[in-house]
């Protein structure tokens, strides 16, 4: 009898918790991108320069949405605007909780943009403060990083942080599934008010096989010692959204979407290369491209997607064999 009621107490625990993943949608459609929407509507509330990037603060004062508008300081790094939208749009086929990001076209006019000829990027504005910037959670950190040249890709640290909450889980399974190493705690939000955690910042995608970097280390920590109900509970999370990514995104709609991309913005590869950097045509000027190129890219797509169902096979069996 207590067996039957803590088995349908657990099931009911997961409806919650899968009903609260499904909550945390990405705030599209873009009302701001369509012809008919007046602009003056756009009010410019903050600028700011970084290093490589400019971001303007909008806010929407017809839907009342605030967003991003995002432009690198260097024509040659558009690519990592194009990952943006890439890897934005893999997010929100699985409803991840990061900023959604569509294109600004170079010849579109719009408030925010700093340099006015060039395309930019449009961001949902993400809720809260970076882990960084407010010191919280100060041992959070889910950067399947790498040391100096070493990729160390996911730890047991990262699947104790992932147990946190669902959402960094699911962040982290982006990040495994389109290789991706720029979440850092100056790249997760924490909002206080949701209780939820955001991930922006999708620039460095498809630049290693993450799955199968996760695949070898957690084939190893199975090995050695036991995981506990918590990480198994986060692995869960993690496996599941991993198995919607593979089911949703094949490495052929990814690429298809990435040459999609390219072709809207006008950017052509030229057979050549200038030091290690590739020389592309953009609007019929040239560009270096200062992040790996556009076939590299495509490779890594489908050499993280094998992994990544490789790496679903063994967490099955992790998850199925476990036993408190
Ligand atoms: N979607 C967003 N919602 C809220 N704030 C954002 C969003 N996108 C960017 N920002 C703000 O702009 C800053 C810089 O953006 P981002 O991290 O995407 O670029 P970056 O390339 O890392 O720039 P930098 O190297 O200068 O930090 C962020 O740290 C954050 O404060
Ligand atoms: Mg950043």
Redesign the pocket.
């Known amino acids: 009898m207590i067996y039957f009621i803590l088995r349908h107490i657990k099931i009911a625990f997961i409806i919650c918790l899968l009903s609260a993943i499904n909550s945390i949608q990405c705030e599209a459609p873009f009302e701001i991108l369509d012809r008919s929407y007046d602009q003056k509507n756009i009010k410019i509330i903050k600028k700011?320069d970084?290093?490589?990037?400019y971001?303007a603060?909008i806010e929407d004062q017809v839907y009342k949405k605030?967003?991003?508008v995002?432009q690198?300081h260097s024509a040659d790094r558009i690519f990592?605007s194009l990952k943006?939208v890439l890897i934005s749009r893999i997010a929100e086929s699985a409803g991840i909780p990061v900023?959604c990001?569509r294109l600004i076209l170079a010849e579109t006019l719009f408030p925010g943009k700093c340099y006015k000829e060039r395309m930019a990027t449009l961001?949902?504005?993400?809720?809260g403060?970076?882990l960084r910037?407010t010191g919280g959670y100060p041992e959070v950190d889910i950067k399947q990083f790498s040391q100096g040249r070493k990729i160390l890709g996911i730890t047991r640290n990262i699947i104790d942080n992932m147990s946190l909450s669902p959402n960094l889980a699911q962040i982290v399974a982006l990040d495994t599934f389109t290789g991706s190493t720029?979440h850092s705690r100056?790249?997760i939000?924490f909002d206080k008010e949701s209780n939820n955690f955001?991930g922006?910042?999708l620039?460095r995608a498809f630049l290693q096989n993450l799955g199968n970097l996760a695949y070898e280390n957690i084939k190893k920590m199975y090995a050695g010692k036991k995981f506990t109900s918590g990480q198994i509970a986060a692995l869960r999370v993690y496996r599941d959204t991993l198995k919607e990514l593979i089911a949703k995104n094949s490495p052929g709609d990814i690429c298809r979407h990435l040459d999609a991309l390219a072709k809207t913005t006008n950017l052509k590869r030229k057979m050549c290369f200038f030091g290690n950097k590739h020389v592309y045509l953009l609007n019929n000027k040239f560009v270096l491209l200062t992040s790996n190129s556009v076939k590299k890219c495509k490779v890594m797509i489908f050499q993280n997607y094998d992994s990544a169902k490789k790496l679903v096979t063994l967490l099955d069996e992790i998850i199925k064999k476990y036993t408190k």
């Open positions: 700011s970084g290093k490589l990037v971001v603060r605030k967003y991003c995002k690198y990592l943006e900023n990001v961001h949902t504005f993400v809720p403060r970076s910037s720029n100056g790249n939000f955001y922006i910042d620039k």
